[in-house]
């Protein structure tokens, strides 16, 4: 489990294709304090750690991961948003992640309101009950509050710190990013649909 509040900003050194799946090594300031089998949030997507080396770190992501997320799309250079995996005496900064990414979104819109920023994104329609004015969104792995919902588009803002500290300074329209919908909203969705259908 994660809390969306990003850890460390990471840069894609090599990439590796094996059959179906990539392993990508990746180098940050965590990586040496990281440990073989420990998971870890890579742009909300929860990889495990398999091998570290001079300041990097290895993971790899199998074709479902390289399917439902934009990982496919990395490229030596790209930076990665890391969260190393939440401690349960610790405070919950963000909002409950689990590191399994729904979908992906396009950002359709930057805007740099003198002192912060403003994207707009549009994600498949439908996951469009999942998005809720003032609800919270994983989006490449940072937790995030959604306003100006309409139908399958929402708004994020983003504060300085955030986009100084996260990818969100590399993103820009047709950028594609990973999204994890609420995870209670997902089960009361679910709960809600399965007494419908009795």
């Known amino acids: 489990m994660f809390t969306g509040i990003i850890e460390s900003?990471?840069?894609?050194?090599?990439?590796?294709?094996?059959?179906s799946n990539k392993i990508f090594w990746i180098e940050s300031s965590i990586s040496p304090e990281l440990k073989?089998?420990?998971s870890i949030s890579?742009?909300?997507?929860?990889?495990?750690?398999?091998?570290?080396?001079?300041?990097?770190?290895?993971v790899t992501a199998i074709e479902e991961t390289l399917e439902k997320t934009n990982l496919d799309t990395w490229q030596p250079g790209h930076l990665v948003n890391l969260e190393r995996c939440m401690v349960l005496n610790g405070r919950l900064d963000g909002h409950i992640v689990q590191g399994h990414v729904d979908t992906t979104a396009?950002?359709?819109?930057?805007?740099?309101?003198?002192g912060s920023w403003e994207f707009r994104f549009e994600s498949p329609k439908k996951y469009s009950h999942l998005i809720i004015e003032k609800g919270s969104i994983s989006l490449n792995g940072i937790s995030l509050t959604i306003?100006?919902?309409?139908?399958?588009?929402?708004d994020v803002a983003i504060i300085?710190?955030?986009?100084?500290?996260?990818?969100?300074?590399?993103?820009?329209?047709?950028?594609?990013?990973n999204?994890?919908?609420d995870m209670i909203g997902?089960?009361?969705?679910?709960?809600?649909?399965?007494?419908?259908?009795?």
Do not use: W
């Open 179 to 181: 999204l994890e919908f």
């Open 9 to 19: 900003l990471g840069k894609v050194h090599s990439i590796e294709t094996l059959g």
């Open 42 to 58: 890579h742009n909300g997507a929860c990889l495990t750690v398999e091998e570290i080396i001079e300041g990097r770190h290895r």
């Open 147 to 154: 306003f100006n919902v309409k139908k399958s588009k929402f």
């Open 160 to 177: 300085p710190y955030t986009f100084e500290h996260t990818n969100m300074q590399s993103i820009v329209p047709g950028s594609i990013v």
């Open 36 to 38: 073989v089998d420990q």
């Open 106 to 114: 396009v950002c359709i819109n930057r805007q740099d309101q003198n």
């Open 186 to 198: 997902k089960y009361v969705h679910r709960n809600l649909d399965t007494h419908a259908r009795r």
